[in-house]
């Protein structure tokens, strides 16, 4: 009775192919991964914030080139020539305009768990670009609109940092605003 279960109900025939296909989608899987660029241990660990506080963000904060953003109580915001996010950055182009900010809670929402800004500009005033890029000739037009997301970070004297990555995934750099004391 045994033998014939194994024969007409599949048994380890049934348990070898669910193996197999398994293996087989295992292999995909990674060989998408490969060809994508995803290298997980090419990564730093993002720092994640908890704590951060709305009065650690109203101010003025400064980056590169004349970058200006200053956050204010009411939850707007006035831009200065910020630099696109993640791969936007190599667009080259800066948008100016004003805009509205949020500290949000402990969600998913940049690179970590924790605690970000993000800055809603819902219609430039103006744009440029970088410096490296402002004789390029063939630059893609900024976009009217856009979305930032700030990680957060507390440097060595704790003090809050608002960055965001930029560049393609394994040669990423940190776009670092520093506040005003």
Known sequence: MGESLSRHGGGPRILDTVLRNLLAYAVLVAALLAVTGYAPLDTDPVPTVFDAKTTEIIGTWRCVEGTEVVFRSDGTAAVTLLDGQERDYGSGWRLSGAGTWKLT????????????????????????????????????????????????????????????????????GAYVLERDL
């Open 105 to 172: 809670g402990a969600q998913p929402a940049g690179r970590n768990l924790g605690q970000h800004v993000r800055l809603d500009l819902p219609a430039r005033t103006g744009a440029g670009a970088r410096s490296e890029m402002r004789h390029e000739t063939d630059l893609p037009a900024p976009p009217e609109a856009y979305r930032w997301t700030f990680e957060l970070r507390r440097d060595e004297r704790q003090s809050l940092e608002l960055y965001f990555f930029y560049g393609a995934p394994g040669a990423r």
